[in-house]
């Protein structure tokens, strides 16, 4: 067996010429006929979808932790349902992530190299700059400059592949700052750790994509018990659903409220939207541009909150806070626009390469697209432009709307 990695926190980095005397059987299979570890599958997946961490006290050694994970893998290729499968790879990923913070260099190198990332953990000549952070503890906020050491590397097109998605707009993990040499990228143990936490779940999706899960009956028996066992974390069809039509009669539903028609949604707003709905793990500016857009539409916080139930990550807690304080109901009081569409193409949220029409962000083009289409249904049925459609292109903007760029 090979030496160093702890498999019962990673059995996602196990492979079958590892553990050969594992493989002898198809996990699922093993699983499957075994009540005792059966019992454990139910149990994990149970543990997994409620609390978003993965359980390992509950598995005995490494072998087991891997037997079961395959066969979880199997479970998830045959359920086929989104939100059950990010939610188990968030819990994977985060509780390998948290292990990792306790591990030496060559242990968190071997987990990379094995997942598939060159990376290397440089002792001498390690990049060295100077950071300034504010020592919070002080009331007077002392500045203290310390040296950062960036000790980790990996090839800089790994780095953008892996941050890319949903990492690339915090400015921590911004490949400018930091060094760069030689189609290298440099980082230090927190970001390399998070990078590495970005790849497990990456991995873990693609080997549910690429798993093979077998037609027996006593597998087919399992899947059956796992859906009785987490049916209500499962995806239920959507009850938000409302008739184009009967959305678009008025444009306004209540005082000050704006109808959510998700077909003239801005194609950013969209494609929040359609990850959400599909249990995806939109980043922290992809989420706090959409509840701040779901917001100044007049949404509430339950009614928000709804959007985010099936993201991965969830936390009911955390995630009514921050749309409080979004909302502004807490903190500065200060209700949040959405950014204004040049900052959301430099972030990489904007999914298109020309601009919308209807104004220079998502709320005020959206905004647009009601007018645009309320013109042409009241045009349909009178042959006339309504008053709408003909202020469409100057009609009302609120300052905060200006301010943001709307106009
Ligand atoms: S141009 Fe603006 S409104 Fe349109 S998709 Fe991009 S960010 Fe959204």
């Given at each position: 067996m090979p030496v160093g990695l702890n498999y019962t926190y990673y059995p996602f980095a196990a492979s079958q010429r590892d553990f050969p005397y594992l493989f002898l059987e198809k996990p699922s299979i093993l699983v499957s006929t075994s009540s005792d570890l059966r019992e454990k599958l139910l149990s994990l997946l149970e543990k997994m979808l409620k609390e978003g961490v993965f359980p390992h006290d509950l598995l005995k050694d490494s072998d087991e932790s891997i037997l079961v994970y395959y066969a979880i893998i199997d479970v998830l290729k045959t359920i086929n349902d989104n939100r059950i499968i990010n939610r188990v790879a968030y819990a994977y990923s985060k509780t390998a992530a948290e292990q990792l913070k306790n591990e030496k260099s060559d242990i968190l190198i071997l987990l990379a190299k094995k997942l598939g990332l060159n990376a290397e953990y440089v002792l001498k000549d390690a990049p060295e700059i100077p950071i300034v952070r504010i020592d919070m503890k002080k009331k007077s906020r002392k500045y203290i400059v310390e040296i950062a050491r960036y000790q980790y590397t990996i090839p800089i097109l790994q780095y953008l592949e892996l941050a890319s998605k949903r990492l690339i707009h915090d400015p921590l993990y911004s490949p400018i700052n930091h060094p760069v040499w030689s189609g290298r990228i440099y980082l230090d143990k927190e970001v390399f750790i998070r990078v590495l936490e970005e790849h497990i779940y990456n991995t873990i999706i693609r080997q549910v994509m690429e798993a093979e899960p077998s037609s027996s009956s006593e597998y087919l028996e399992l899947v059956e018990e796992v859906k009785s066992r987490i049916g209500e974390y499962m995806t239920k069809p959507?009850?938000?659903?409302?008739e184009y039509k009967e959305k678009l009669e008025?444009?306004?539903?209540?005082?000050g409220r704006l109808v959510l028609v998700e077909e003239l949604l801005p194609p950013c707003m969209k494609k929040m939207l359609e990850s959400l709905k599909t249990g995806g793990n939109p980043s922290h500016a992809e989420r706090f541009n959409f509840a701040a857009f779901l917001g100044q539409i007049g949404l509430d916080v339950d009614e928000i909150l709804e959007y985010f139930k099936n993201t991965p990550d969830f936390n009911e807690k955390i995630a009514r806070y921050q749309i409080e304080h979004i909302l502004g109901l807490?903190?500065?009081k200060k209700k949040y626009m959405p950014h204004n569409c040049e900052n959301l193409k430099s972030s990489g949220i904007c999914p298109i390469t020309e601009q919308c029409k209807g104004g220079k962000n998502p709320l005020a083009v959206y905004k647009y697209n009601l007018r645009v289409s309320l013109g042409r249904k009241h045009r349909k049925q009178t042959g006339k432009p309504s008053i709408n459609e003909e202020t469409s292109e100057t009609s009302e903007l609120n300052s905060e709307e200006r301010a943001a760029g709307g106009i």
């Open positions: 959507s009850t938000r659903a409302v008025s444009m306004y539903v209540g005082e807490r903190g500065s």
